[in-house]
């Protein structure tokens, strides 16, 4: 009886934060249409990308994919309209950056600049009306074989951002700093090491901030990185600090096909991540820090074909 009640209450529950979900949705497309008919087309760009957006401001989730917001803005001195939190009405093409996103995201209309993939096991959504760069050379692979054609340029965008935000000069104040991806946050091995090494460990939030200059800053701070997150490898990778993949079990929500094809873009040695099972210990994490090598990256073959 006890159980039937708490199911039911469960239920009810799950009920009542859809509704909420789909109120709140609603309330952002009528906002945001509103806002893109009192501008001019030509001020604006659409983005078709992962992230929550009311008129002009972010509301933060994870920074590998707010991050679109803030570089296209910087690199378009244009306005921002997300394709999923507005009526398109005007029927622009939508812009695919940052993300790993083209499986299930991509439509006629959709243009692709570095995005990737995040599994390959599903057909195309749609044919994108263009392909002008993607993330790496397995997600090339995948819509080849898809029947579309695609240029060999290859980089995550996110990797541009030291161009609109220079490496901050700051003391490193850690020896490890830990990303996780959001389905790790709450980890107990992560949560015990960091609470054992506070004056020389520190955890990154990319979920919960205020700031993405902030997370840049917290990365530079630190001398190494383990990173369950792509976009934390990312972030470390374009600002220059060792990094290392981690993994709490060999089956996690995203697999490897993602964190594959973009190490294969900038040619990073393939070793699998650092799979954690146990408790950690600093100094075996440190040993990683000498075998890092600097990505090769071609940030302006990249920008030569930005649209």
Request: hydrophobic content about 40%; some cysteine.
């Amino acid at each position: 009886m006890i159980l039937e009640k708490t199911n039911e209450l469960y239920n009810m529950r799950i009920k009542q934060l859809r509704i909420k979900g789909r109120i709140i949705r609603l309330f952002r497309l009528i906002v945001n249409t509103g806002y893109m008919l009192l501008h001019k087309r030509a001020d604006e760009i659409v983005l078709n990308v992962s992230m929550n957006l009311l008129c002009n401001k972010v509301f933060h989730s994870n920074i590998g994919d707010d991050i679109n917001y803030y570089l296209i803005k910087e690199l378009s001195h244009k306005r921002i309209l997300n394709y999923w939190d507005f009526f398109n009405l005007r029927k622009q093409p939508n812009f695919m950056v940052i993300g790993s996103i083209i499986g299930w995201m991509t439509n006629k209309d959709s243009i692709i600049w570095g995005s990737g993939m995040r599994e390959p096991d599903n057909p195309l959504p749609a044919i994108p009306r263009k392909v002008l760069a993607v993330r790496g050379p397995l997600t090339r692979k995948y819509l080849i074989s898809q029947g579309v054609e695609c240029p060999e340029i290859y980089g995550d965008p996110a990797l541009l951002l030291p161009k609109i935000y220079p490496p901050p000069f700051v003391n490193k104040k850690y020896l490890i700093g830990v990303i996780l991806h959001k389905n790790d946050l709450g980890n107990s091995i992560i949560k015990e090491f960091i609470e054992r090494e506070r004056n020389k460990a520190r955890q990154i939030d990319i979920k919960h901030y205020k700031d993405w200059r902030q997370v840049i800053k917290e990365i530079v701070e630190c001398e190494m990185i383990i990173s369950s997150s792509l976009h934390g490898l990312i972030l470390s990778d374009a600002y220059h600090i060792p990094n290392v993949w981690i993994k709490f079990s060999d089956e996690t929500f995203d697999g490897s096909f993602k964190y594959l094809d973009y190490f294969a873009s900038v040619k990073r040695p393939i070793d699998g991540p650092l799979v954690i099972r146990s408790r950690l210990d600093l100094s075996d994490l440190l040993q990683y820090k000498d075998s890092y090598s600097p990505i090769t990256f071609d940030a302006q073959k990249l920008l030569s074909v930005c649209p």
